[in-house]
């Protein structure tokens, strides 16, 4: 719709002060009663579930999951009770000389899933996807698995103790090259703090992740089609020992670095954007490649390295 200027001549009216006071006393007691009108009386139109596909697939894992749930209604919110899972479709993947497998229905955890001893995911290759439900359309969908770029290199760590045996910061900087020639590729680097503890009145170790908090740098990036650049990551990490941990001791980084297709990234750069429960949001687009439904069907290579923790330097006195 086009707007078009067109002058328009306001015939001027005097109003007299008392009416004009009346008029904007009245208006001020009805906008707050007109405002709840409006929010509360939105009616939205019915709309029919669509099937939504979740699938991220990886020479790195050890099976081939995809799982499928109904997408919800506007306005129905996004609890993990209002997510209804769906059995009884078929799911078939195949891949470039590899024969169609059909992926099997866990209930337990509510995926379809082949091991990856029976369909093997490979890189430089082209894999689909085709789900049928029952009462649908077919669905279909593709992606691709990249080369693991294996360029990735520490390049700066600090360890501080903030409060003696209790409270530690860890710093980090790390980097890694792209590949060279022409084309977009995508990235998706983190960095992870492993850690090990004994439970007072418990003859087991534990162990466990923490994530880095990134400083500078993106948690999904692109080359922008130029080859050969360097990417650089600043990350933190503050560690809190707790009063049921007899010991504790950070003794592993773990730098992380996803080389993944395209889909992958616009996936989760919307999802970055995405906030369902904040009411001065705008709604955000989250991409979707599946043709017949939505969701995302996505391919990544993974490189890892892990590197021993640096003792911390001690800051203030041990009591």
């Given at each position: 719709?086009?707007?078009?200027?067109?002058?328009?001549?306001?015939?001027?009216?005097?109003?007299?002060?008392?009416?004009?006071?009346?008029?904007?006393?009245?208006?001020?007691?009805?906008?707050?009663a007109g405002?709840?009108?409006?929010?509360?009386?939105?009616?939205?139109?019915?709309?029919?579930?669509?099937?939504?596909?979740?699938?991220?697939?990886?020479?790195?894992?050890?099976?081939?999951?995809?799982?499928?749930?109904?997408?919800?209604?506007?306005?129905?919110?996004?609890?993990?009770?209002?997510?209804?899972?769906?059995?009884?479709?078929?799911?078939?993947?195949?891949?470039?000389?590899?024969?169609?497998?059909?992926?099997?229905?866990?209930?337990?955890?509510?995926?379809?899933?082949?091991?990856?001893?029976?369909?093997?995911?490979?890189?430089?290759?082209?894999?689909?996807?085709?789900?049928?439900?029952?009462?649908?359309?077919?669905?279909?969908?593709?992606?691709?698995?990249?080369?693991?770029?294996?360029?990735?290199?520490?390049?700066?760590?600090?360890?501080?103790?903030?409060?003696?045996?209790?409270?530690?910061?860890?710093?980090?900087?790390?980097?890694?090259?792209?590949?060279?020639?022409?084309?977009?590729?995508?990235?998706?680097?983190?960095?992870?703090?492993?850690?090990?503890?004994?439970?007072?009145?418990?003859?087991?170790?534990?162990?466990?992740?923490?994530?880095?908090?990134?400083l500078?740098?993106?948690?999904?990036?692109?080359?922008?089609?130029?080859?050969?650049?360097?990417?650089?990551?600043?990350?933190?990490?503050?560690?809190?020992r707790?009063?049921?941990?007899?010991?504790?001791?950070?003794?592993?980084?773990?730098?992380?670095?996803?080389?993944?297709?395209?889909?992958?990234?616009?996936?989760?750069?919307?999802?970055?954007?995405?906030?369902?429960?904040?009411?001065?949001?705008?709604?955000?687009?989250?991409?979707s490649?599946?043709?017949?439904?939505?969701?995302?069907?996505?391919?990544?290579?993974?490189?890892e390295?892990?590197?021993?923790?640096?003792?911390?330097?001690?800051?203030?006195?041990?009591?």
């Amino acid at each position: 719709m086009r707007l078009h200027n067109h002058p328009t001549k306001i015939k001027r009216r005097q109003v007299p002060g008392s009416a004009l006071l009346l008029w904007l006393f009245l208006g001020w007691l009805c906008v707050p009663a007109g405002c709840v009108d409006v929010v509360t009386g939105i009616d939205f139109p019915e709309q029919d579930p669509r099937v939504v596909v979740h699938g991220f697939i990886s020479p790195a894992d050890t099976a081939v999951q995809v799982r499928l749930t109904w997408s919800n209604p506007t306005g129905a919110g996004t609890r993990s009770d209002s997510i209804r899972t769906i059995p009884g479709a078929t799911v078939r993947i195949a891949g470039e000389g590899q024969a169609p497998v059909n992926l099997v229905y866990h209930p337990e955890k509510q995926v379809y899933a082949v091991p990856a001893s029976a369909f093997p995911i490979r890189e430089g290759q082209q894999y689909s996807l085709e789900v049928l439900v029952p009462g649908q359309e077919p669905i279909h969908a593709s992606c691709s698995i990249p080369p693991s770029n294996r360029s990735l290199e520490l390049t700066g760590f600090m360890a501080e103790e903030v409060e003696p045996g209790l409270l530690w910061r860890y710093e980090l900087e790390y980097r890694f090259t792209d590949g060279p020639g022409e084309g977009e590729r995508f990235y998706a680097p983190s960095a992870w703090l492993g850690e090990t503890w004994f439970v007072f009145g418990e003859d087991t170790m534990s162990m466990g992740m923490q994530r880095f908090r990134p400083l500078s740098g993106e948690s999904f990036l692109s080359n922008g089609g130029r080859g050969g650049r360097h990417f650089v990551q600043r990350a933190e990490n503050y560690v809190h020992r707790w009063e049921w941990q007899e010991t504790w001791q950070a003794d592993t980084l773990y730098l992380l670095l996803l080389s993944t297709d395209e889909h992958y990234y616009r996936y989760h750069r919307d999802l970055e954007y995405y906030s369902p429960d904040n009411p001065f949001a705008e709604p955000a687009h989250i991409h979707s490649n599946i043709r017949g439904g939505l969701g995302v069907f996505a391919g990544f290579s993974r490189h890892e390295l892990r590197l021993p923790v640096p003792a911390p330097e001690v800051s203030g006195e041990t009591p």
